[in-house]
């Protein structure tokens, strides 16, 4: 009998040297954890490095998907779930920022009725990651608890799974960069026979952030006002 399988997202641009040895090795190490078989569908946002996916090109294991411009990740997960066909698709970043067994459970809550599970990072993740993004982190939190009352704080981690009807949710989404993810679960709370499932993750001890723009975070300001009050 064939093992079940699972559809991981990934969206790059303009990876670093190596980045697709991290790739394999966090692919086997998750279809160890899980027992599944693993489904990379990997989604280039307009990278200008076309020889990065050299490799990746022919492989025949792999579903590959290029974005002709460099358009965010909202744009990009959402290519890459139009080609995501399993009973389980979980999305994440290239490096596989999150432990395995963080991953495994976002899985196993969708294989135990969850219809879309949500990574929730802990304290102890703030911690780790550097005092600008901590403060960015804790201010959005701190206006969607206090001001608009929201029911999931913690929106903005890069690590969620759903069924295929949560994934008919996220493809009604239409922010093209980082607050995807918070338009998403705004929908999806919306739909109040939806089981979301909020499910605890550690961040790997070495991995490295990168930084944030000015340019960057006045458009998402823009579409934080676009979700909420447009």
């Known amino acids: 009998m064939s093992k079940s399988h699972l559809d991981l997202v990934l969206?790059?641009?303009?990876?670093?040297?190596?980045?697709?040895?991290?790739?394999?090795?966090?692919?086997?190490?998750?279809?160890?954890a899980t027992a599944k078989s693993v489904r990379l569908i990997i989604v280039d946002d307009g990278s200008p490095k076309a020889a990065?996916?050299?490799?990746?090109?022919?492989?025949?294991?792999?579903?590959?998907?290029?974005?002709?411009?460099?358009?965010?990740?909202?744009?990009?997960?959402?290519?890459?779930?139009?080609?995501?066909?399993?009973?389980i698709v979980l999305f994440t970043d290239v490096d596989f920022p999150y432990e395995i067994d963080s991953m495994k459970r976002m899985a196993d809550a969708i294989e135990n009725g969850a219809d879309v599970s949500l990574g929730y990072r802990e304290d102890d993740y703030y911690a780790s990651v550097p005092w600008f993004r901590k403060l960015l982190s804790e201010a959005f939190r701190f206006v969607l608890k206090s001001i608009l009352k929201f029911p999931i704080t913690d929106t903005q981690c890069g690590l969620k799974g759903m069924n295929q009807r949560g994934k008919e949710v996220?493809?009604?989404?239409?922010?093209?960069?980082?607050?995807?993810?918070?338009?998403?679960?705004?929908?999806?709370?919306?739909?109040?026979?939806m089981k979301i499932e909020p499910v605890v993750v550690q961040l790997r001890k070495d991995v490295e952030f990168?930084?944030?723009?000015?340019?960057?975070?006045?458009?998402?300001?823009?579409?934080?006002?676009?979700?909420?009050?447009?």
């Open 11 to 32: 969206p790059v641009y303009n990876p670093q040297s190596g980045w697709f040895s991290v790739v394999k090795s966090g692919l086997k190490q998750l279809e160890q």
């Open 210 to 230: 990168s930084s944030m723009g000015v340019g960057v975070l006045l458009t998402e300001l823009m579409n934080f006002w676009k979700i909420f009050f447009v």
């Open 170 to 193: 996220f493809m009604q989404t239409t922010i093209d960069r980082f607050l995807v993810d918070m338009e998403f679960i705004k929908r999806a709370t919306k739909n109040r026979d």
């Open 52 to 87: 990065a996916f050299d490799e990746l090109v022919k492989s025949d294991t792999i579903l590959f998907v290029k974005s002709a411009q460099n358009k965010g990740k909202g744009a990009a997960l959402r290519l890459g779930f139009a080609k995501a066909t399993a009973d």
